[in-house]
């Protein structure tokens, strides 16, 4: 019996180094920051938010799953992608935020259709992040921004090591349809070019790609086509009807429609917290 299991956790453990070469991070933003603000969003990334100091009171509710957390000092809370969040915050909140995508392969998030949030309490963690914002230079920032949340999703243990390897024996699978999310997705882009890229009739790629990955191919779709909007919103003097235009939406009215469909606020409201956040 003990030589079955060691023999088959090697083979997990070799299959998992396999992943290696594949397995990237991606920050979108980080910050420090103090703001008094409440309301909803539902973003297509990963969000770390370290506490670093409280009044007490503010605090997040998981509307796409189950709970809610008040903030407490030295306490670290992540929440998967895709989920709604309400958020209340007040000045009295000191915190650094994380928004990032751990890929299996590109275009696929490590966390993906999970719902539970995780709140850990690591002091010496929430201290380290607080001294990565105190004078470093920017290469030195994201280089050791990248190690710290690499272990901190070693630490969650959301995913087992048999799904992450079936996940990425899946996403081979279907490269040719990543890559042309990566490459070639606009409002434009029909599920009937994803499937003319996987060689299968729509039907047939609707049904293998929610059995494989538990969403529509229109969700992930929608998801990406979201992250687009939100890095390009993000960029200084980026203006809605600019996006709109970059993305091939027919016009700025239906590009407003769906970023706030899909991320919880306006496009408007989006680039007021980065304002906010100078």
């Known amino acids: 019996m003990r030589q079955k299991t060691y023999t088959f956790l090697n083979d997990v453990r070799d299959g998992l180094m396999k992943l290696s070469p594949h397995l990237t991070l991606r920050i979108?933003?980080?910050y420090m920051q103090r703001i008094d603000w409440s309301g909803q969003v539902n973003y297509?990334?990963?969000i770390l938010l370290v506490v670093l100091e409280t009044a007490g009171g503010?605090?997040?509710r998981n509307l796409s799953g189950a709970g809610s957390c008040e903030f407490k000092a030295g306490h670290a809370y992540f929440m998967p992608p895709d989920n709604t969040l309400a958020f209340t915050l007040s000045l009295g909140t000191h915190f650094v935020a994380f928004q990032f995508n751990l890929e299996l392969f590109s275009g696929f998030d490590l966390f993906?259709?999970?719902?539970?949030?995780?709140?850990?309490?690591d002091r010496a963690f929430a201290k380290r992040i607080d001294e990565l914002f105190q004078g470093k230079d920017d290469f030195e920032l994201l280089c050791l921004a990248k190690g710290e949340l690499y272990a901190f999703a070693g630490r969650l243990g959301l995913r087992s090591p048999e799904e992450i390897k079936r996940l990425m024996l899946g996403g081979r699978e279907y490269a040719p349809l990543f890559a042309l999310l990566n490459d070639g997705l606009d409002a434009r882009t029909p599920v009937g070019a994803l499937a003319v890229a996987m060689k299968l009739s729509p039907e047939q790629l609707s049904r293998r790609f929610h059995r494989d990955?538990?969403?529509t191919v229109k969700t992930c779709m929608s998801r990406r086509l979201l992250?687009?909007?939100?890095a390009k919103l993000a960029q200084p003097g980026m203006t809605a009807r600019r996006t709109a235009r970059d993305l091939k939406f027919s016009s700025e009215?239906?590009?407003?429609?769906?970023?706030?469909q899909?991320?919880?606020?306006?496009p408007r409201q989006f680039k007021q917290q980065f304002a906010q956040r100078a």
């Open 58 to 60: 503010d605090g997040f």
């Open 28 to 30: 979108d933003r980080m």
């Open 112 to 121: 993906s259709g999970l719902r539970d949030c995780v709140d850990i309490e």
């Open 227 to 230: 992250r687009q909007a939100m």
């Open 44 to 46: 297509p990334v990963d």
């Open 262 to 266: 899909h991320a919880g606020l306006s």
């Open 213 to 215: 990955f538990g969403m």
């Open 253 to 260: 009215f239906y590009f407003s429609r769906f970023f706030k």
